[in-house]
């Protein structure tokens, strides 16, 4: 048994989704059985918030919701109907239909389970089964989604549940050294680790969801990226890269211009505050990136990055949670990006921080905040910046060919 996973723009329009069911029967008739979890068609997420917004300017998330999980069942529904058109014993299925349970943080949601005795039951009864990805069922019935990128996340969650391989398949033809889209010369990676994959998903690529990196990783599921429209060669995602592979210094360099720079000045200087301040943040989903302080006569300074909230949550959240105190002011600042290095051999090789920092500086790019991890090195440029940022740092580590 194999989960492949195939993103919205593998099936973009009929045409494409009859070929995606001509690769799956290729493998059918090698004798396989096959998961394919799907995404809606094209851009056709993005047309449902569109169409959300016309009718609420804040639509309830759990309305969202129930409209936006209808794009995937039209694919899935499809996809099946290709497939039985072929001679291919083929069933869609929903979240709901699988057992996908979730938590019940609407638009963002986490997978609990899955109702593996029914996957295999079906699957011994035909040759394919078409699945939903991106939503999920709460234990109460409700309907809810995964975020963006979600369905690599409902494929990896299906193949670490049922212990077997996970491909998937996109418009790229696997992980590069950069964005091949923004790089002319960029390098496909024959393999890379999980720990990389994951640093890069997180820091802005879009390869892979990071959290279905996380789940693969904590399950050692055999992860595969390839494209959908060609038969060239695609990227392993590993725990460890081959002995006989030379481990490169760096593997890859993104940016991500999806950042807001969050700045309070003079808060007083107490655990309390900074404890009330990022647990209200949290307790409202808001992801805090880079964090650093300054202390000057007996105030606190404070910087830090959000990701995937709106500045109106965040400032609203600062707000909230710091009324019992006086004399602070806040203020937002979305003209950023941040600008990422990432690769195992960073934890070896010294001076990888110094070529990071002169790159950027001998191009002139001030830096705004930094932050770093034993495989990863992260700067703050202005937003205008990012290209010359991340063109300089590929010259540095030589990404290209």
Not at 34 to 48: H, P, Q
Request: proline residues 2%; aromatic residues 6%.
């Amino acid at each position: 048994m194999i989960v492949q996973k195939y993103g919205g723009s593998s099936v973009a329009t009929p045409e494409k989704i009859r070929g995606v069911a001509e690769r799956i029967k290729q493998r059918v008739d090698r004798g396989e059985k096959l998961v394919v979890v799907v995404s809606a068609m094209g851009k056709t997420t993005n047309s449902l918030i569109a169409l959300a917004e016309q009718v609420s300017p804040e639509p309830s998330p759990r309305e969202l919701d129930m409209l936006l999980s209808t794009g995937e069942q039209v694919t899935s529904a499809l996809l099946a109907m290709a497939l039985c058109d072929m001679g291919i014993q083929a069933l869609s299925y929903n979240a709901f239909q699988l057992g996908m349970t979730t938590t019940g943080g609407f638009t963002n949601a986490r997978i609990m389970d899955l109702n593996l005795n029914k996957l295999k039951t079906q699957l011994n009864r035909r040759n394919v089964l078409v699945v939903t990805g991106f939503q999920g069922i709460t234990q109460e019935g409700d309907v809810t989604t995964l975020g963006r990128g979600g369905s690599d996340t409902s494929a990896v969650a299906i193949a670490a549940k049922c212990g077997c391989r996970c491909e998937i398949y996109s418009d790229v033809a696997g992980v590069y050294t950069c964005d091949p889209n923004r790089c002319s010369g960029a390098r496909k990676l024959e393999y890379i680790t999980y720990d990389e994959m994951l640093e890069l998903s997180s820091l802005g690529a879009k390869v892979l969801h990071s959290r279905a990196v996380e789940i693969a990783k904590k399950y050692s599921v055999d992860l595969y990226c390839a494209s959908t429209f060609s038969d060239e060669r695609g990227t392993h995602v590993v725990n460890s890269l081959p002995e006989w592979l030379e481990q490169p210094v760096v593997s890859g360099v993104t940016t991500d211009s999806n950042q807001t720079r969050v700045n309070i000045s003079r808060l007083p200087r107490s655990a309390s505050v900074m404890s009330t301040l990022f647990s209200g943040l949290a307790g409202k989903g808001v992801n805090v990136d880079m964090i650093s302080t300054v202390n000057e006569n007996g105030h606190s300074y404070l910087t830090f990055t959000v990701v995937d909230a709106t500045e109106k949550t965040v400032l609203e959240t600062v707000r909230e949670s710091l009324a019992p105190w006086e004399g602070w002011s806040v203020s937002a600042d979305r003209n950023v990006a941040k600008v990422s290095a990432v690769g195992v051999g960073m934890k070896s090789a010294p001076g990888v921080a110094a070529r990071f920092f002169s790159a950027l500086d001998r191009k002139g790019i001030n830096m705004l905040g930094t932050t770093t991890s034993e495989i990863k090195i992260s700067a703050l440029v202005s937003r205008d910046d990012g290209e010359e940022a991340l063109r300089a740092l590929v010259e540095e580590f030589g990404l290209v060919e």
